[in-house]
């Protein structure tokens, strides 16, 4: 059972640069989530999916766009990247419950020069 | 004040050692309630949901506190393999249930 499966497990771009992070979970889930964690700050919500066809805006939104490409798929992109915007990043879903927690991928280790 | 708040840590017990980690959060709407274990360099991972009744789980004991707004967790007969950041998570209320508000962590060292 792969869970919740992050693609690429690490990356290095230069600024302007953009890229897409990819998502995908085998749990029928069917709320998707995109954290980002840096250093001394815990997990910040950028994104969230509550179900299939929607998206809303987390925490620290700004500089990133996702897309719920169906039910087992959710991406973030990152149209210009920034210095500012290296950090790991997280996807996790959950059930629709507000007593369900949420399981992670693995996350992405984001670097920009 | 931050939403979830946690003793950074880090603590340093011997192996065999019970340790308590506190955790409050501020907004008294908030439904759901876990305690998740992250090791370095790796994802977040549920350690235990937090009901209000308090529950068990081997060594580990969690409770909730809604008067106070208060969650602990408390380890006994620490072993070497529970050094990891423990990560205090509250939902954020009841307009945006599936929205977790994740704690900085406290920090756990077992040493031999």
């Known amino acids: 059972n792969a869970g919740v499966t992050q693609t690429p497990k690490f990356q290095v771009l230069k600024t302007g640069q953009s890229m897409t992070l990819q998502c995908a979970q085998d749990m029928n889930h069917n709320s998707m989530y995109w954290y980002r964690q840096d250093p001394g700050m815990g997990l910040r919500l950028i994104y969230y999916s509550a179900s299939e066809g929607t998206t809303d805006k987390g925490e620290v939104p700004n500089g990133y766009n996702v897309s719920r490409l169906n039910k087992r798929e959710f991406s973030l992109r990152l149209e210009s990247a920034a210095p500012s915007q290296t950090s790991v990043y997280f996807c996790?879903?959950?059930?629709?419950?507000?007593?369900?927690?949420?399981?992670f991928g693995d996350g992405t280790r984001l670097s920009i020069l | 004040r931050k939403e979830v708040e946690q003793d950074p840590g880090p603590f340093n017990v011997p192996e065999g050692a019970t340790v308590a980690f506190n955790c409050t959060y501020s907004?008294?709407?908030?439904?759901?309630f876990f305690w998740y274990r992250q090791d370095c360099r790796k994802e977040p991972k549920l350690l235990m949901s937090v009901y209000s009744s308090g529950n068990e789980d081997g060594r580990f004991t969690a409770q909730l506190n809604r008067a106070s707004q208060y969650i602990s967790l408390l380890i006994r007969d620490s072993k070497l393999s529970d050094s990891a950041t423990y990560l205090c998570?509250?939902?954020?209320?009841?307009?945006?249930?599936?929205?977790?508000?994740f704690g900085s962590g406290t920090r756990l060292l077992v040493r031999p």
């Open positions: 996790a879903s959950s059930q629709d419950s507000t007593y369900q927690p949420q399981h």
């Open positions: 907004n008294s709407a908030s439904q759901s």
């Open positions: 998570v509250v939902n954020s209320g009841m307009d945006s249930s599936y929205k977790l508000i």
